[in-house]
């Protein structure tokens, strides 16, 4: 259990200081994307110049918004996954609910058994009817709360209220 747990933080450290990594490159090659648009050089020039350039004010103030763009953007993916994941939790109990029902519907030889297992396995089908439904309408709620958010995000980004 503690190796496993040692794997783990070892491996989320990895994932952060690729995550580090990554940002840093995205970075590079925004500022020499955005130095080739407002200096007008050919982007074999830029890399001649990106060390000069990169301390300026204005590269500077780039520099915090994309920042806070990987930021956001890491924060948003995170959440993502939380939502992945609690939907991976509710598949594995649909999975064990299932192989409950499954097994107390097998036929079996004893009459009484027979009739208790098949009362049992209607009250097994309800309730994994009533919560798929329920996982529909979770479904359906994230659906519309997704697109609420892009409309927003639309409108936000052309003006509009």
């Known amino acids: 259990m503690m190796a496993r747990r040692l794997l783990l933080q070892f491996i ?12 840093r490159r995205l970075e590079v090659q925004w500022l020499k994307e955005e130095m080739t648009k407002e200096w007008h050089l ?12 990169s301390n300026e004010k204005q590269y500077t103030n ?16 995170l959440e993502n996954e939380q939502e992945r994941e ?3 939790k509710k598949d594995k109990e ?17 009459l009484s058994l027979r009739h208790l ?12 009817e009533a919560t798929q439904r329920q996982r529909e309408r979770e479904r359906q709620r994230k659906r519309e709360r997704d697109r609420q958010r892009e409309l927003d995000s639309i409108r936000e980004r052309e003006g509009l209220p």
Not at 62 to 77: P, Q
């Open 12 to 23: 989320s450290i990895l994932l952060l200081v690729c995550w580090a990594t990554c940002c």
């Open 42 to 53: 050919f982007p074999e020039y830029v890399n001649e110049y990106f060390h000069l350039a």
């Open 62 to 77: 780039l520099k915090k918004d994309i920042w806070t763009y990987l930021v956001t953007l890491k924060k948003e993916l």
């Open 86 to 88: 609690e939907e991976r």
């Open 94 to 110: 649909d999975v064990e609910l299932f192989k409950e029902l499954y097994r107390f519907t097998k036929p079996s030889f004893y």
């Open 117 to 128: 297992n098949s009362a049992y396995a209607k009250h097994l089908k309800a309730k994994w």
